[in-house]
């Protein structure tokens, strides 16, 4: 049987990103610092995006108050992607497009980190939403692809991952995240 041609060019396009990512580990090492820093402080990791970015923002949340791989004490973090009463109100009430800047508004100040999720770099609420953590005071973080966009121009780090295809993006987001989780685990690990 031969091997379907989509196969093997999926496979390659994701090694290409994925090996692009040798040339990030100074960012990624200051993504993790940034996060261990604010919680150490008390404060908390919140994540959203929207659709596969939402599942990545529950994804994290989840490894950092649980546990990724060690037994350790929970650790603050919070997805805004979560709560369908918040997110369906604030849409009704004040349109989509706030539905994670007003999360971040009642729930972030300058001790927190704030973790935009968005492919593009474009989506409009989750611009919407590092604006307000940049008005809260908190430290601003962006995961978006090569081009980066408005949620890059935000932040105060910005993970643009290398690749415009949103598959292979969501791919390397997802193995950043488990790098955070890792070494932030790490730190608090007992």
Do not use: W
Request: proline fraction near 2%; glycine fraction near 10%.
């Amino acid at each position: 049987m031969e091997t379907n041609p989509v196969i093997l060019q999926t496979i390659e396009d994701h090694l290409a990103a994925v090996t692009a990512l040798r040339e990030q580990t100074e960012l990624i090492g200051q993504l993790v610092g940034a996060c261990t820093r604010a919680i150490e402080a008390g404060g908390k990791v919140c994540f959203f995006g929207n659709g596969g970015s939402a599942a990545d923002a529950q994804h994290f949340a989840a490894e950092l108050v649980v546990r990724y791989t060690r037994n350790r004490r929970p650790l603050a973090a919070i997805a805004f992607t979560t709560d369908t009463s918040i997110l369906t109100a604030g849409a009704n009430d004040f349109g989509y497009e706030g539905v994670f800047a007003r999360q971040v508004e009642a729930l972030c100040d300058a001790r927190d980190v704030v973790v935009g999720i968005s492919t593009s770099g474009t989506s409009a609420n989750v611009v919407a939403g590092l604006k307000a953590a940049k008005a809260a005071g908190a430290f601003v973080v962006a995961f978006t692809g090569r081009q980066g966009g408005p949620c890059a121009d935000l932040a105060d780090l910005a993970f643009c991952a290398p690749s415009d295809i949103t598959a292979r993006v969501q791919e390397c987001h997802l193995l950043v995240g488990h790098i955070l989780c890792d070494l932030v685990e790490a730190a608090f690990a007992v």
